[in-house]
């Protein structure tokens, strides 16, 4: 009976070993699969390159980490993930993405980009089109048409009151103050297309009063003079034409706003008078005499800036523009 035991207890043994001797092996392959493929999460390296960061735009995505087998990117904007090495993506709306890239399922580095609105592009056949006599008199009826493609509203303003004077598309005006005043018409409610022109408005002269007196015989009778009537059309005047500024002096005098060295006033001549012209600020809508107010002791630096001006009378209608400092618009 003793050899029997013997037997059995070394058949046991040896089953214990080889359960041992299996396991050791098969953890050390799963050891060395993992620290074949060990990737530290810190290290994590991936780029994002555009040329600008606008909605729209093509936007490119790479990742430089090593030692990676599997990617998923996500552009934070709920569109579909993306398994590529260097991916491209655009976005729809303006605001800020965090973008994650996830690599071997398990390590996860996030960056965040800010997308910008699309930058405004003049589109000049969308201008107002309207033309006007270079002069007109105090109490004469001005008539005015709409040449503008397209347009289904009007807004026209005269010079005298910052109110809008009609809303028809060929309006009549009549002056009741002379000076040099600016016709504006917005077509269609879109501030950025409006137009704008300078008109004279003379004062009305009376005739003078021609002293009557008997000739004497044989004085060779006087000189008549002659008068034109009121309505007689005068010579035409040359067309106002506003003064040119280089978009460096006029980004260097925004900067001397931002510093309280100068004010909107100071541009006037340049913009025709039209402090409230439209312009693009990061993308939003403001008007000049708002974006001067906002930037005062901000000590801005422009970084994009664009000037659109009027190539007959050279006033300013259009500004974009991008700087440094946050927290303004």
């Not at 074949?36 to 430089?64: L, M, Q, S, T, W």
């Not at 002069?135 to 009826?141: L, P």
């Not at 289904?152 to 005298?160: D, H, I, L, P, T």
Request: net charge positive; glycine share 4%; aromatic share 12%.
């Amino acid at each position: 009976m003793e050899p029997k035991e013997t037997s059995q207890n070394n058949y046991m043994d040896r089953s214990v070993i080889l359960f041992f001797i299996i396991t050791i092996f098969v953890t050390a392959t799963v050891f060395a699969y993992k620290y074949v493929n060990y990737v530290p999460c810190e290290i994590i390296d991936f780029e994002i390159n555009a040329k600008n960061y606008r909605v729209g735009e093509i936007i490119r995505f790479k990742d430089n980490t090593n030692g990676v087998l599997k990617r998923r990117w996500s552009f934070g904007d709920s569109s579909k993930f993306k398994l590529d090495i260097s991916p491209f993506h655009t976005y729809k709306k303006p605001g800020k993405y965090v973008v994650s890239l996830t690599v071997n399922d398990k390590c996860e580095a996030v960056k965040t980009i800010i997308i910008e609105d699309k930058a405004f592009i003049l589109d000049s056949t969308k201008l107002a089109n309207f033309t006007i006599p270079a002069s007109i008199k105090v109490g004469e009826v001005l008539s005015v048409k709409d040449k503008t493609k397209g347009a289904n509203k009007w807004e026209w303003r005269f010079g005298e009151t910052a109110d809008i004077n009609s809303t028809k598309k060929n309006p009549q005006y009549t002056y009741k103050s002379s000076g040099l005043k600016t016709i504006t018409l917005i077509v269609n409610g879109d501030t950025r297309y409006a137009t704008r022109k300078k008109i004279e408005v003379l004062p009305l002269k009376d005739k003078p009063d021609v002293p009557i007196r008997r000739r004497i015989r044989d004085e060779p009778p006087p000189t008549r003079i002659k008068y034109a009537p009121e309505n007689a059309e005068e010579a035409p005047e040359k067309e106002f034409k506003a003064p040119y500024i280089k978009d460096s002096d006029f980004k260097s005098k925004l900067i001397a706003v931002s510093k309280r060295k100068a004010s909107a006033k100071d541009f006037s001549e340049y913009l025709c008078g039209n402090l409230q012209l439209p312009m693009t600020v990061k993308g939003r809508t403001t008007t000049f005499i708002e974006f001067c107010d906002k930037i005062k002791g901000k000590n801005i630096k422009i970084k994009e800036f664009e000037i659109f001006r009027n190539k007959k009378n050279n006033c300013i209608e259009y500004i974009t523009i991008k700087y440094s400092k946050a927290g303004i618009f």
